[in-house]
């Protein structure tokens, strides 16, 4: 099961990646289950703190919609540029460092991506996406417990965050083997997004082995 859901992240990411010029802070797209959510961290709008999109000047709008409709078409070597040559000009922003984040990420260059979330966390400490990437992060390296922090963190400062809940409810059932609190994380991600098959699928076979377990403990007690 870990396997096929590793085989079809790169399918995942060039979905939800495909959603970043249009969502606002990086929503969430019917998925093929990976090993985790990648594509989630950067933001159709580039956000600075409680700033809105309506206070962001156009020019910066602009700049970030170009870097984010390349980044979206799969041109991630541009898409780098162009979000570097952004933050020169505008280093406020986080949301511009966890784009940079996703695309080193992407490139398997964890300390680059490292450095671009610390960088968002630094501008925004409380940023779900950045929290996400780095949860992220740590789980690639096997820190399960402090990735669980990021992502409940993330998920406390936005509950409808429904990347962190998917996350969670991964990392829970893999790496965890907590089947009762990934359920709840997977119920809540569709909840949030709406009708999902394939999570739907999850779901029903998460209930039955949890009600299984349950049976065991009975009897057992």
């Known amino acids: 099961m870990l396997l096929r859901r590793c085989t079809e992240n790169a399918q995942l990411i060039a979905v939800v990646l495909a959603l970043l010029v249009l969502a606002g802070c990086a929503g969430s797209a019917s998925l093929k289950r990976p090993d985790n959510m990648q594509g989630s961290g950067g933001s159709g709008v580039p956000d600075a703190?409680?700033?809105t999109a309506r206070a962001i000047p156009p020019a910066v709008l602009t700049l970030?919609?170009?870097a984010a409709a390349t980044m979206a078409g799969g041109d991630y070597v541009d898409a780098e540029l162009r979000f570097k040559a952004f933050l020169l000009q505008y280093p406020q922003y986080p949301g511009a460092h966890v784009n940079l984040a996703i695309i080193h990420a992407g490139n398997g260059n964890d300390a680059a991506a490292e450095a671009a979330i610390d960088a968002a966390l630094a501008l925004q400490p409380d940023h779900p996406a950045a929290l996400n990437q780095l949860g992220m992060l740590l789980r690639r390296n096997g820190k399960f417990l402090e990735a669980e922090a990021a992502y409940l963190k993330a998920v406390t400062?936005?509950?409808e965050y429904a990347l962190a809940h998917y996350n969670l409810g991964v990392l829970n059932e893999l790496y965890l083997q907590r089947l009762d609190t990934a359920l709840r994380h997977f119920k809540t991600y569709q909840i949030l997004v709406g009708e999902d098959k394939q999570v739907a699928m999850?779901?029903?076979d998460l209930t039955r082995r949890v009600a299984a377990d349950q049976r065991t403990a009975n009897v057992t007690e």
């Open 49 to 51: 703190g409680a700033r």
């Open 64 to 66: 970030f919609e170009q």
């Open 157 to 159: 400062v936005s509950p």
């Open 202 to 204: 999850w779901i029903s």
